[in-house]
């Protein structure tokens, strides 16, 4: 037996030896922090762009998901949350994840595999259904409905935080919220209140808005504005036709309104044979959306409604972050149709001077808030690289 393991050591050597240093380098990356977090975020990679091969899947253990239920007092009473999290009994950086209109999000394929796996790899998720009351893919009749519900959602956002840091199996010197399209504008200026903004101790914003009426002028004119230069830009036709309800919706004559309505929201050409019969008020309404004309529609709506143009800026992180307390990860998707990116960079902007880290980067491999299938491998590769590279910043924060 003896001469038989000589024999084969002798003629395998390299091959054994290969092993053994594989086995030690190995060793010695997991034994050292930065190179463990960069393994497992590494590892992350192919749950984030959906691949039906897990490696953490298939080396970890199945996390704990279970159903939660806050009591949100300033809210609308009862808030229903799912919470993901390892099964070890240890303390471990947790975040809130927040993602706004959206009905269903707790069921959402992409937010059950992304928070399934931050659980194999160590870390508590809790995703709160944030109210909502319209349908699925649906936005409200105006922008009235959306606010209302936006500002039920800062306080569900604040009571999912304090509820977190509460639970035996968190770190509460390590819990923070991930925002996602309006759900990150909406728990921007949830972390920034005076409750809960020295309890965050970090923030990842993907795809927000920084001003809702800043966002109301880039739909309106289909075109975004920064640092003084100007681009086109092609906004999803839904939230158009939003903002033409909005301000159509106060004008006192049901003529009026239904003129408007027939040119600007259901796009009747025949319809604009009519405006000859809108009043004056209607009529330079009429002008104002035909010119695509910010500066009027917003002096109009301020008049007949100001309480909703407050509203608009206070639930904007514009009006907040000048609070905000916290280490901040912003991404956006350079061809967002919803939002456009220079809202995250104005982000960036107004809280560089916030006393900590920003971490700004831009993409071309998402949609939206979601990733698509790579049209540029070169592109896409360097994508790649930059999403590993800030996932790993910010894992470092949480494992």
């Not at 903004?197 to 880039?218: K, P």
């Amino acid at each position: 037996m003896r001469e038989r393991t000589i024999r084969f050591l002798r003629r395998f050597w390299l091959a054994v030896a290969i092993v053994i240093l594989f086995v030690a380098m190995w060793g010695a990356l997991w034994s050292v922090r930065p190179s463990r977090v960069l393994i497992t975020t590494v590892l992350i990679a192919p749950d984030l762009f959906g691949s039906p091969v897990s490696v953490l899947g298939a080396i970890g253990e199945e996390p704990v998901r279970e159903e939660v239920w806050l009591d949100v007092p300033e809210g609308r009473g009862l808030l229903v949350a799912d919470v993901y999290r390892p099964k070890d009994g240890y303390a471990h950086g947790a975040m809130v994840i927040s993602v706004g209109a959206a009905p269903r999000i707790r069921d959402h394929p992409g937010v059950v595999r992304l928070s399934t796996a931050a659980a194999r790899a160590g870390m508590v998720v809790m995703i709160p259904q944030l109210y909502y009351p319209f349908q699925e893919n649906v936005l409200p009749e105006d922008v009235q409905g959306l606010v209302a519900a936006f500002g039920t959602n800062v306080e569900e956002i604040i009571a999912s935080h304090r509820w977190l840091r509460e639970q035996e199996y968190t770190d509460p010197d390590r819990v923070g919220i991930f925002g996602a399209s309006a759900g990150a504008g909406i728990a921007l200026v949830s972390a920034s209140d005076p409750r809960i903004r020295q309890d965050v101790d970090f923030f990842v914003s993907l795809g927000t808005y920084y001003d809702l009426v800043d966002l109301v002028s880039a739909i309106t004119t289909e075109s975004i504005q920064y640092n003084g230069s100007t681009e086109p830009w092609e906004p999803w036709l839904k939230s158009v036709r939003v903002l033409y309800n909005s301000v159509i919706s106060y004008l006192p004559r049901e003529e009026d309104r239904e003129i408007l309505t027939r040119v600007f929201v259901d796009e009747d050409q025949g319809a604009r044979a009519l405006v000859g019969r809108l009043s004056p008020r209607a009529r330079s309404i009429y002008d104002a959306l035909q010119d695509k004309d910010p500066d009027r529609i917003l002096a109009f709506w301020g008049e007949v409604s100001p309480q909703d143009v407050a509203v608009l800026r206070e639930v904007s992180p514009s009006s907040a972050v000048s609070a905000l307390d916290t280490e901040l990860f912003i991404m956006h998707d350079r061809s967002d149709p919803f939002i456009p990116y220079v809202e995250s960079r104005r982000l960036r902007d107004a809280t560089a001077d916030n006393g900590h880290q920003v971490y700004f980067a831009e993409f071309d491999f998402l949609n939206h808030v979601e990733l698509k299938s790579p049209s540029n491998p070169i592109s896409f590769l360097a994508d790649l690289v930059k999403l590993i590279f800030y996932s790993w910043l910010l894992m470092m924060r949480v494992l």
